[in-house]
């Protein structure tokens, strides 16, 4: 059974000599592995340990790109979607934490000069598969530092690091973040608020409501576009399913994963690049 969120009697900035300490603080339960978890309830944590030259470190927010199908550094296959991958791309739907340990071996600024660092919790806000420099399948993440609190349900408490008996459960909240601009406002008005998949029109006291959903997602790594020709007008069902790779978009707009045809309007013009970016990465692996 994992534990999410803080640990007791750890928190954030505390340092470790060595693998071996960090699991014997309760922080990640392996020596090695970079994900800590389980395929069937999320993973509690990962070491960033400079496995991939892949990953990306912002700070605050990381790339992350998992592990399997290496031999040493080199990818020799690709990487598979179960075990820790799985347990990592939970977290997303579950909306659970993830704590980050940052190892000296990271290639980052942020990384410790020495030994690991816990570096506090982590939301996992996006996963897609690409083809890795190998020409390898690899898994990707994107994961956002989390404020103090932020999604951890009314038991979290700021700052708190020293409490008797078992940690307190700490229940995490879904998130989803609506990014509503112009061009999507835009986009739904060109469609009368109608899905473009199924055609439902949501209508409520204060008006009709539908979500602008990026094809070519906006943010770091992706760099979508915020235009007319990188959104679509989803309800929020299918915005979720196509936000979670349960439907992609075809050249021709019929659908896999479901059956029909994306619905489209004169005035609104759909870049058929950003449909093939969205297809490739987070449709069903080939
Ligand atoms: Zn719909």
Redesign the pocket.
Known sequence: MSIFGEIVGVPEGTTFESREAVRKAGLHRHGIAGISGAADEGADAIALAGGYEDDQDFGDVVIYTSEGGNEGRKQVADQAFTKGNKALALNKSLGLPVRVIRGHRHKSPYSPKSGYRYDGLFAVDDYWHEKGQSGYTVWRYRLRKLKTGEGLGPDATEGKTEAKGPAPKKTAVVSRIIRDTAITRQIKMVHDYR?Q??N?RLEGPAGPYAEGAHIKPLGTPHNGPDEESNVLC??P??HALFDMGGFTVNQDLTFNGIAGKLRTATLHKINVDHLEYHRSRYGKPS
């Open positions: 899905c998949v199924c439902e989803l309800c069902n299918h």
